[in-house]
Each structure stands twice: as C-alpha cells, then as structure tokens.
C-alpha cells in the first residue's frame, strides 16, 4: 500500500497570483506551472495508491483570518482531515487556497517532511510506504533542518519526490536529490537515498503549456521509487508480498 501526500510551495518568491508571470498565475484559461505540474505528476502517481484519498498541504504562506504563516496547511481547509479525493480533488482544494491565503514565506521543507514521516513512524511491518510529493520554485530557507528531517525520514518507509516548477537554478534541489554526494546532517548521513528531484521544465514545450512526453515524465518521477522501497525492505530484513504492476501509460 502506497500513500502519497502532496505539499506545495506558497512561497511569494513564486509570484502576484495575480500576474501573468507568476507560477501562481490564475488564469481562467488555462492551467498554471503549479496546476500542471500537479496534473501530469498526480495521474501518474494516482495509480500506485489504491483509496486514491491523498493527503493535500501548502507551506509558506499566510491564512485568514489572522494571517499566521503556516508551513503545513490543509488545502482543502480542515486540518483534521486534510483528504482530497483524486488529483482532481486537490487540484480543486489548490486553486481554492490560492483565493484565501497570502503568499508569504520563508520557504520550509522540513514542517512537510516532519509532517509525513510520523506517520511512516507508525508503520515499521512493510506493509505501508509513504511519498511525499513537494511541488516548488526550488526556492529553499530551511537548508539545514531539511537536511535533517531526510536524514531522519531515510529510515522510515518513505521517499520524496521534489518537482521543481519555474526557471531558477536548482542547485538546492540537485543537492537534496543526493545522487552524486549522499546527504548528511551533522556528520549523520543518510541511511538509504530517498529523494528523486525532477525539474519540470525539462517535459514541458517551448509554450509551457504541454507536456511534451507523459511516459519520460512517469519514468523519471517514478525513476528512484521501487529502488528506495526496495532498499527500505532488506536494511529491515523485510519480504515484500507480490509486487505492484508496473507502470504502464
């Protein structure tokens, strides 16, 4: 059984949701970078989680009625119960926070991360695996802490997948990915890597409004998922029961 939390980047750095410009934008027409990052990566994840009920969060920005900035707010409003029904349900609770709440800041992975690995706390048996989609600008404050939560999440039935929206520079997000150096925090590493970073901007044409090639883009958000899962069953001496089917499109 694989869970799936969606978190996403309310961070001012993202832009006026009001101007064209912004990957925030609202635009009656047509999807914006966040909405169609969330679409194409959500049908493709939707797949794996069989009640298809996932937990949908924001981080960075301030909500009414007092204007207290949270780093891990329910989209759909109810805390108690943060479900959405299918992507389209959190497509639907996403672009109704971007009516209420202010983007703000700072940017602050680590409330997310935190917030998911409780739960994989709960579950050591294998029977349950935990993902954290977080969709950002790639924008990052809480480096430090960040680093922290994933070393402590590499030894929970977890991973993260981070999809990067926009044109910035992703060094940050090439780092957490730890492919090339294992991540560590005060001299801890990593147990196993959980982290896959995927720049959007890579799958999308020339007009940012197309996806250019589904498949590749399943392939590599999904890329480092099995591997990790894997990985989380023999450092636990765990038998895994019959295998998900693979991916097809």
Excluded: W
Excluded at 41 to 64: C, H, N, T, W
Excluded at 82 to 88: A, F, L
Excluded at 125 to 152: H, P, R
Aim: proline share 8%.
């Amino acid at each position: 059984q694989i869970n799936f939390t969606v978190a996403i980047d309310f961070t001012a750095s993202n832009g006026n949701p009001s101007q064209p410009t912004s990957l925030h934008y609202m635009n009656p027409y047509q999807l914006n970078a966040y909405g169609m990052a969330l679409k194409a990566v959500g049908e493709i994840i939707q797949d794996y989680d069989s009640d298809k009920m996932f937990p949908a969060l924001g981080f960075g920005a301030r909500l009414p009625p007092d204007g207290r900035v949270s780093h891990e707010f329910a989209l759909n409003g109810n805390p108690q119960n943060p479900y959405c029904h299918g992507i389209d349900g959190v497509m639907e609770a996403y672009y109704r926070s971007l009516k209420s709440v202010q983007l703000y800041g700072p940017t602050n992975f680590a409330p997310v991360i935190n917030h998911v690995a409780r739960y994989a706390a709960s579950v050591k048996d294998g029977s349950q695996y935990f993902v954290l989609l977080i969709i950002t600008d790639g924008v990052i404050s809480d480096m430090a802490q960040t680093k922290e939560s994933i070393v402590n999440a590499s030894k929970l039935p977890m991973s993260i997948i981070i999809v990067g929206v926009g044109p910035a520079e992703f060094d940050a997000m090439e780092e957490l990915d730890g492919d090339v150096v294992r991540i560590s925090s005060r001299g801890r590493f990593a147990e196993r890597d959980i982290v896959q970073f995927v720049p959007f901007r890579d799958y999308i044409d020339r007009s940012g409004n197309h996806v250019l090639s589904m498949a590749r883009l399943a392939k590599d958000v999904l890329a480092e998922i099995p591997e990790q899962f894997l990985s989380y069953m023999r450092v636990r001496g765990i038998k895994p029961s019959p295998a998900p089917p693979p991916y097809t499109p």
